[in-house]
């Protein structure tokens, strides 16, 4: 199983992003996916996530109303798409499948893709 996530750079503030993540290997479209991400001297923190069922989405209070994450199955991928970032977004980013409906947290997720690095200057 591979996750191939793209999309990472630097943005100014108030700013767009749209991350991807390309699924190989496993049958993507009976996969939750989620997105977590790791600021510098941070834990990696919950995003969102995109249930397998349905297609229903949970956010982070921090990113509610900012970022939206999507999924084509036809494609075997998702995004992640960030609006009016902050700098306080500045992290690496990674995308996570699990088989479970839905999940938030890490040891919930059975596989993780590279990250990719965002970073968002004042």
């Known amino acids: 199983v591979q996750l191939q996530v793209s999309g990472g750079g630097l943005v100014q503030s108030g700013g767009s992003l749209r991350l991807s993540c390309a699924a190989s290997?496993?049958?993507?479209?009976?996969?939750?996916l989620g997105w977590f991400r790791q600021a510098p001297g941070k834990e990696r923190e919950f995003v969102g996530t995109?249930?397998?069922?349905?297609?229903?989405?949970y956010y982070a209070d921090s990113v509610k109303g900012r970022f939206t994450i999507s999924r084509e199955n036809a494609k075997n991928t998702a995004y992640l798409q960030m609006n009016n970032l902050k700098p306080e977004d500045t992290a690496v980013y990674y995308c996570?499948?699990?088989?479970?409906?839905?999940?938030?947290?890490?040891?919930?997720?059975?596989?993780w893709g590279q990250g990719t690095e965002v970073t968002v200057s004042s």
């Open positions: 996570t499948a699990t088989g479970s409906e839905v999940a938030w947290l890490e040891y919930e997720y059975d596989y």
């Open positions: 290997g496993l049958t993507f479209s009976r996969y939750t």
């Open positions: 995109i249930t397998w069922r349905g297609g229903v989405t």
